[in-house]
């Protein structure tokens, strides 16, 4: 092999000073390695007639084409090679023997096709990637490649067709990269991120990732369901957009602390906060935050915990925890009421029973001036019997009410049942200066109701109204009926007392609800459970000059031709 020819170099300094002294031996002296098979090639290849040998090529060519071997031969992550036009390997540096496993003296001359998997093979791929390198100059892919002992990788493919000065096909160059580790990284990296994101994205916490500034570059999915907005309408806006006024305006102030002096506020603890929805409404919040610094950059990770239900879970339990104190205070009032009943049905039938013996004592005297007296004394005993049998009857439906025994339902006249009730209710309103004004619906209504317990909620709302005008100048009571719609029949009891305040109204059918000093608030409870087990309402007005106007309904019998069966039957 021949050596390559150096030009001398002047080591004589400008100016015709002493040479510099020489620090080894001269470029002249270096011995040359002799030139490689693959340099050799690589020469012959450049040779525009293709056969000179490399003694015959100039000597700086050769150093060129040397040099350029070395480079090749350096990039031992590349497999690079070249064809000639019909595909067969002339020029394989140590990265394809590395790469692909064969050696260079055993695929010199080889058809390149070797390297493309049998189904590339069987549909002519290898010649037909040449075909669009020529017509391209240049084609780039990532495919499969196949190594000597036959396993299959991933390749970075890059196919360069190589012309003369004439324009003429010298060859291909190729460029392989082994890229299957690097696509099993991105994969990895890929399903890493999917796997995270669904993680984040099924999480019920809110997450939003903010840099040191405030400014969010991550908004979830359970944070644009938990403030309204969409992840793009808060990327790249200061996080403070989500929170009341107050706290927005100390945020920054925060953050420009802890950059400071380190002085934490809510980073690495979990703190109760506020925070605000699209729309303006500010909601109770659990936070935590995080810190993590990536690539030198510092990054804050909150995570938001909506606590509206559970606020709204822990009120209503305490209403239920209210209720239940509530439901056994009814519940004592109950029995109550039941051991009531029956110790006062006692003395009220022996009272009816001392009136009858009083009645028959007296007996018809023949005395002309006693005889209407005693007449009117009998008459007063007699009414008073009956006035005792009546309090007992409904001191036992109300005993039958509490403990839930059957109800009698039957239909009776609407004018004769407000008649009975009214004689009870009103003892002591004439004495007490009230005008009693009664408008009763003509045509005998027939309403289907328990009769005792109609009268006894007529009876109480009669005493109520008594009571609101007992400061009045104007004491006026009207009790009135009149069809309503719906098959039911409204009984008013209207007084012109000193009226009731709009929020006490609201309430005032709940239990222990009681606008009076010494009441318990059962009454009107009492009411509106009876009303609503005959299927109607009750309610209360406020009247323009003064008072209060109570109306419950009750429902209509229903007619005999009605309610008649196939069979000419009734039911009712």
């Known amino acids: 092999m021949g050596h390559v020819a150096m030009s ?127 017509a391209c100059g240049r084609i780039e892919e990532e495919s499969w490649r196949v190594r000597k002992d036959g396993s299959e990788f991933l390749a970075h493919v890059t196919i360069t067709a190589l012309h003369d000065d004439a324009g003429a096909l010298r060859g291909f160059g190729k460029v392989i990269r082994d890229i299957t580790q690097d696509k099993a990284a991105e994969a990895a990296i890929v399903r890493r991120e999917h796997h995270l994101r669904s993680i984040l994205n099924t999480v019920p916490d809110a997450m939003i990732v903010m840099n040191e500034n405030g400014i969010v570059s991550s908004f979830s999915a359970a944070a644009e369901l938990v403030f309204g907005y969409a992840a793009s309408d808060v990327i790249g806006q200061n996080v403070a957009m989500l929170m009341p006024q107050t706290e927005a305006r100390d945020h920054d102030q925060h953050l420009r602390t802890y950059r400071e002096t380190g002085e934490r506020h809510v980073i690495g603890n979990v703190r109760l906060e506020r925070a605000m929805r699209k729309g303006g409404e500010t909601f109770p919040i659990e936070l935590a935050v995080g810190e993590a610094s990536i690539a030198g950059e510092r990054i804050f990770t909150g995570f938001i915990r909506d606590l509206t239900n559970r606020r709204a879970t822990e009120r209503r339990l305490k209403e239920l925890q209210s209720e239940l104190v509530h439901v056994s205070r009814v519940s004592a009032m109950g029995t109550m009421a039941s051991t009531l009943a029956h110790e006062i049905n006692q003395p009220l039938t022996a009272i009816a029973n001392y009136l009858e013996a009083a009645r028959a004592m007296i007996g018809d005297s023949p005395d002309a001036v006693l005889a209407p007296l005693l007449s009117d004394v009998a008459e007063a005993l007699e009414l008073a019997a009956a006035q005792s049998l009546r309090a007992g009857a409904i001191v036992r439906r109300v005993r039958a009410f509490v403990d839930g025994g059957d109800t009698a339902f039957r239909d009776e006249r609407l004018d004769l049942l407000v008649e009975e009730a ?106 509106r459970t009876i009303v609503e087990a005959h299927g109607g309402r009750i309610w209360a007005e406020g009247i323009a000059t003064g008072g209060t106007a109570f109306h419950f309904t009750v429902p209509l019998a229903a007619r005999a031709d009605a309610s008649e069966t196939a069979d000419g039957g009734l039911h009712r």
Not at 429 to 448: F, S
Not at 501 to 511: C, M
């Open 422 to 527: 009214t004689s009870l209710g009103l003892l002591g309103a004439r004495e007490a200066g009230i005008a009693v004004a009664t408008h009763v619906a003509q045509g005998g209504a027939m309403v289907l109701v328990d009769r005792i317990q109609i009268q006894q909620v007529l009876v109480n709302l009669i005493r109520n109204a008594i009571q609101s005008m007992a400061a009045s100048r104007d004491k006026v009571l009207t009790i009135a009926t009149a069809p309503e719609r719906d098959g039911c029949m409204q009984i008013t009891v209207a007084d012109t007392g000193t009226g009731i305040d709009a929020a006490v109204r609201a309430r005032l059918f709940e239990a222990f609800a009681t606008t009076k000093e010494d009441g318990m608030g059962l009454g009107l409870s009492i009411c």
């Open 8 to 134: 001398a170099v002047d080591t004589s300094t400008p100016g015709g000073s002493e040479p510099f002294a020489e620090q080894g031996p001269s470029l002249n002296e270096l011995p040359h390695r002799a030139t490689s098979n693959r340099t050799a090639r690589m020469i012959a290849s450049q040779s525009p007639h293709g056969h000179n040998t490399p003694g015959s090529v100039a000597g700086g060519d050769a150093t060129l084409a040397e040099e350029l071997g070395l480079l090749i031969d350096g990039a031992t992550t590349y497999a690079i090679y070249m064809l000639d036009p019909r595909g067969r390997v002339t020029i394989w540096n140590r990265g394809a023997e590395r790469i692909k496993g064969w050696a260079e003296a055993e695929i010199i001359g080889r058809d390149f096709s070797i390297f493309y998997p049998a189904d590339d093979i069987a549909a002519g791929r290898p010649h037909a990637d040449l075909a669009r390198a020529h």
